[in-house]
Each structure stands twice: as C-alpha cells, then as structure tokens.
C-alpha cells in the first residue's frame, strides 16, 4: 500500500509555505510559490518533450539550485531523473547518456550532452522569476502548467522517481531505480528523524551526482524548509565551509566523515565552534572514531548524527544520535528509520541479537533493482522467507554487523573485499582489471593507504621480471612511469577511484589465508619512503628544493622520474629563492607528510586529492596572505610547489 506522493509533500509545503525560502542561493531566495510556479512551467515543457510517467529526465546543470529546480520539474512531468555527475571523465559521462536513455535532458553545464535545453520561464540567478511565456506553454511545448500536473497525476508510487549510478563489480557503474513510493516515504522519515520544520535550512554540499543529494532536498521539502545551495559545484573547503554555515544561517548540513574530520580538524586549529544556527551535522559514509565523536560532543555546539545507508536502499537507513557511552568502542550505525527493517543473517537466517552477521536491509524504501541488469538485481534483492508478506524483500549489503544491548546497529566490516574511499563504495578489481590492461603489467592491487584511507594506493607486478625490483622491496612510481599507469585510468574512473600513489614490487605477498598480505605491501611502502627521504639532501636555505640536478639515484629513488623543472611552466613568477617558495614547500611537505618532497613534485602524484587540497589552502591562508580567496581548485592549474608559489608572487604583484 503507498502512501503519498513525494509531491503531495510538496504540494502541501507550497500551501501552508507559500512565502516562505525554499531555495537559498548566493544571490536571491526563491519562495515555496516562486519554485512551484517555475517548475509547473518547465513540466509541461519536458511533458511537450515526451516526459511521462516511466520515462526519465536527464539533468547536467553546472549549479546546484537549478539541478534541485530540475528535479522537481521532472517529478512533476510524471518522470524520473537522473543527474549527470560533472567530475567524470568524458568516456564514461557519454555512456552514462546512452545507458540511462533519457527521453529529454536539460542543462546548459560544460558537461551537457548534446541537445540538453534549459526551458523557458527563466530562472535568474540573480533577479526575480520572470514568466517570459504568459501562456505558460514551455516556449511553444504543445503542453501548459495544467497538462504538466496532470501528468504528474498519472504517476503512481511504483513508477520511478530517480535513476543514480554506484561503482559496480563488473567495471560498469550500476544504475539503480528508485520508485515515487520509496521517495516520499524516506523524505518523511528522515524529517521526522531529525525533527525539521520549516525554520530549518539545509546546506547542499554533495557531489550532484552522489545520492547524498536526495537526502539534502527532499527531507526539507517535505515540511516546508529550505534548501541552501552553493554557487556552483566546487567543493567548499573548510574554511569556507564555515564561513557559508554561518552566513546563511544554515541549521543542518549533511558532510562525509573525511569532510568531516576535516572541518572538525580545522575548528580545533582555531578553538573555534559551530556557527550559533546550526544544530545538526549528519556525518556518514566510513566508519567514524569514537574519541573524535566524543570530542566533537565536548566542544562543539552542534549535534551529530551518524548514519548508514546505502543508494539502493533509498540512501541512508539508520541514525544514531545523542550522546556516545563512555564504553562505547564503536559509533554505532544506529537504529532504522521508518518504514525500514534491519536484520543480521547468516546463510540468510536471522541470528539473534549480539551475534555477528551480514546486515540485511528490508521494507518499502528499497530500490526496485539495477537498470537493465536483471541479474545483479537477483543476486542482491532477495526473497524473505521470514517476512509474513508473501513478496516481502531484502537487499544483502554485503556488510558486516550485529544488533548491540541497546537495539544498535555496529558495523562489523565488510563480507567482501569492497571499500570506501571518501564516501563512495569501490570493487577494487574494477581498478585492478583496468591496470593490468597496461602493457607491462601483470598483477596489479588496491587497497586505501593505512594512515588516512582516503587515497587509493596501488602496488603492480611487472609482465619483465628484469624490471623488478628486489623480493620484498617496493619501488615508488613516478613521472613518466607513473602517468603511464594513470592516464588510461583518469580516462575512464571517476577521481576518488583512480590510484594516486603506485608501487612496483616482484611479487605480491600472501598471508596465510592465501590472500594478498596488503600489511605486508603497505610496511615495504613505509621503509621505501624512509629510504627516499634518508637519500635525500637537505635543502640549503632559501632554495626550498628537496631534491635537484647531482642528486644520485641511490636505493630508494623512483622509477620514471622526470628531471626537475629549470623554469617556471606557464609564464608564473619564478620563486626559486627565499620566501614563497620555501612556505609553499614545507606546506606540500607537511600536508602530504613526504618530507623529501621536491619543489617540482606534483601534489596529486604524490597522494594528494581534494580533502588534502582543502587543508593544504587553509594553512597556506593561515600563513600567507595572497592566498586568501584561492580555491583549493588551484591546485589542478598549479600542482607543484614551484608553481603554487609563483601563483601566489602574481597575485601579490597584482594587489600592489
């Protein structure tokens, strides 16, 4: 039996909240009216395109609030959506395309496919909601505002909401489908969860292509809150993080538990606390420490809430709130939301609580399956045999856990070898298959480095055993060497995916389980690195280099390595002397913790990714005045020491 529609959620919203905010952006605040009216005109704009119940909605806008402003329209067309994520690479974006089958894209991002439109009845960025069809017909569509709800109408809770895509074992990302029905009921239940009202403001932080997204918009459309969106998709670092929550009086934000630990990292840095109007963080995605949680509970203001779910059940399916038990050795995942049942099983039996199992997921909020793979949806949407509902299923999620005393879920690891790098669910053989496709390579895997886990390391056996180095060392890919293995990768992989630092090694040790001993790979790692920095002279003072012409080989030096620049690439200001260079250096080296760091090593090829940027720019503006205002983005057009530096000798030269 469904309940109501997600937009009868809205609709209520709309009438009881007409004038209230629900969407804030950088430049204006669109009303619960304003957005109704405009998304009634691009309905029956997409309804004129073909847009119905079953068929679905394309969407690759380059900022958040018409992407929010898109869904809705979809869902009001009678269709799903889907959301085209702009960090990946070209190759795969395009499949996504012809995969999803969208009757009609909209977007105008420098990611749009081909015929992607954006209706008319503008929505401005910075002015009002102007109307610039009167007869509200979509630009000549065929359809008006009436026929696009009627459409709407005609949807019932089994046709599909939305289509998003996860990582998949086979090398292709699964698209998952998620009904009208699930939709709705989760957008209530996480509201009621945590309380919201039409007071609250929810900062919109995710990926738009990451399922975080839905949790960020329908919660708060369902009671009446608003939305706050971002001027466009860059990632916010931690500082600006903060500046944004407490200039838009944002009351919960949803973050990723590296986010997190990055934001909560920085607030220490300064003693600060949490802007005075947010009450709640919702943190999720890895597992979380318990000393940092209770931290956080000591001195900060805001609560957190940690959560569990996965896309194909709806998002997230367990909060724990409220204060962590002094004892506690793990945060819990929590209990289940509304219309969601939890159990641990093993060879699909319920096990009673206390014991360990697989976590299994049942109830309305599960997906109906995986796009065009009837397979893979029967292999993890499963009968229960033990449900009094005749066709009553479970997804197996493939995680390890078990019911605690207090009706908690604890997550215990991982039945499989899947892993989460930053929030996203990975099969490593996915990237193992696609290195092992390079010539020269015969064994390949990956696994997340020990200390932070959120970069993927990976360790490569060559096809010439004369290009090995000796049994039980590893030797640290780079330059040249490296970007042989990369660039295939970086082709087809999303960013988070594609391994940043490479090992070669002779063989790859086994443990006595027969599997490869990733210990044991990541300790010949660890004395590598200790040889390179051992190898590596002292730089002299004011030259800030770590390394240079003259410096030998020697036993812990890299594969590949191209000769140190001479000059500064791109025209920026040279730096090879005194001050910046030497901050900008010892920044990059203790950011990355690679003390033998160069001033011509690139950040990304020696482990750094956009949580490590964020902090690398908030300690740079800590210290050096010309970085205020740049983006951790600027990383990308000026990766090395040397040039980050003379970036910032530009910016200075121009101020004065």
């Known amino acids: 039996m469904t309940g109501p529609d997600v937009l009868d959620r809205w609709d209520l919203a709309v009438r009881d909240h007409a004038d209230g905010p629900a969407l804030v952006t950088p430049r204006r605040v669109l009303s619960y009216q304003d957005a109704d009216r405009l998304t009634d005109t691009w309905a029956a704009s997409l309804a004129g395109r073909g847009a119905a119940p079953g068929k679905l909605v394309g969407l690759a806008f380059g900022d958040p609030a018409r992407t929010v402003l898109g869904m809705l329209a979809a869902l009001k067309a009678g269709a799903g959506f889907t959301v085209l994520d702009d960090r990946l690479p070209p190759a795969a974006r395009a499949e996504l395309v012809v995969r999803t089958a969208a009757t009609v894209w909209l977007g105008d991002g420098r990611h749009a496919p081909e015929g992607a439109y954006v209706p008319d009845g503008a929505y401005v960025p910075d002015g009002a909601y102007v109307p610039d069809d009167p007869d509200g017909d979509g630009g000549g569509s065929g359809a008006g505002a009436a026929d696009g709800t009627r459409q709407a109408r005609r949807a019932t809770g089994s046709d599909v909401a939305y289509v998003l895509f996860t990582s998949g074992s086979t090398g292709r990302p699964k698209g998952t489908v998620i009904e009208r029905d699930a939709l709705s009921r989760f957008a209530h239940a996480v509201a009621e969860r945590l309380g919201l009202t039409p007071g609250d403001r929810w900062l919109q932080v995710a990926s738009l292509g990451f399922d975080v997204l839905i949790e960020e918009v329908f919660p708060a459309f369902a009671v009446g809150a608003a939305v706050v969106c971002r001027e466009d998709t860059r990632a916010l670092d931690a500082e600006e993080l903060h500046l944004t929550l407490a200039r838009t009086r944002t009351t919960v934000v949803e973050l990723s538990t590296q986010y997190w630990l990055e934001y909560a990292r920085w607030l220490d840095t300064r ?252 300790a010949w790692a660890t004395t590598a690195a200790a040889r390179t920095d051992a190898s590596t002279p002292t730089a002299p003072p004011g030259t800030g280099s770590g390394s240079g012409p003259g410096t030998g080989p020697g036993p812990g030096s890299v594969i590949g390595a191209d000769p140190p620049a001479t000059r500064t690439p791109d025209g920026a200001a040279e730096s090879g002397a005194g001050e910046p260079l030497d901050t900008v250096l010892a920044l990059f080296r203790e950011v990355l913790d690679a003390p033998g760091l160069g001033p011509d090593d690139d950040f990304f090829d020696h482990g750094g990714q956009s949580l490590l940027a964020m902090r690398l720019l908030t300690r740079l503006r800590e210290v050096r005045p010309t970085a205020g205002g740049l983006r951790a983005s600027a990383l990308f057009s000026h990766p090395t020491p040397r040039r980050l530096a003379g970036a910032l000798a530009d910016r200075a030269t121009a101020r004065t």
């Open 271 to 522: 003693g600060a606390t949490t802007p005075g109007t947010l009450r709640t963080v919702v943190v999720g995605g890895e597992r979380m420490d318990p000393r940092r949680y209770r931290d956080w509970q000591a001195r900060q203001p805001a609560a957190l809430a940690h959560v569990y779910g996965l896309t194909e059940c709806t998002v997230s399916s367990t909060f724990h709130t409220g204060p962590l038990p002094a004892d506690a050795e793990e945060v819990p995942l929590g209990t289940p939301l509304r219309d969601v049942d939890i159990s641990i099983r093993r060879d699909g039996r319920p096990v009673p609580d206390g014991e360990s199992g697989e976590i299994h997921i049942g109830g309305p909020l599960l997906a109906r399956g995986f796009l065009d793979d009837e397979a893979a949806t029967a292999r993890r949407f499963v009968p229960d045999p033990y449900a009094a509902d005749p066709g009553a299923r479970l997804y197996m999620t493939g995680d390890l856990g078990r019911i605690d005393a207090d009706g908690q879920l604890v997550f215990l690891g991982r039945v499989d070898d899947q892993i989460k790098i930053r929030g996203h669910r990975l099969e490593p053989a996915r990237v193992e298959r696609a290195l092992c496709e390079a010539a020269g390579v015969d064994q390949a895997v990956v696994f997340p480095d020990p200390g932070t886990g959120t970069v993927l390391w990976a360790f490569t056996v060559p096809a010439d055993p004369t290009t090995a180095p000796p049994p039980g060392e590893a030797v640290r890919l780079t330059g040249t060497g490296r970007d042989a293995l990369v660039a295939p990768l970086e082709a087809q992989l999303p960013d988070w995916a594609v391994p940043r630092v490479l090992y070669r090694v002779s063989v790859l040790p086994k443990n006595p389980h027969g599997k490869v001993d990733k210990r044991r790979l990541a």
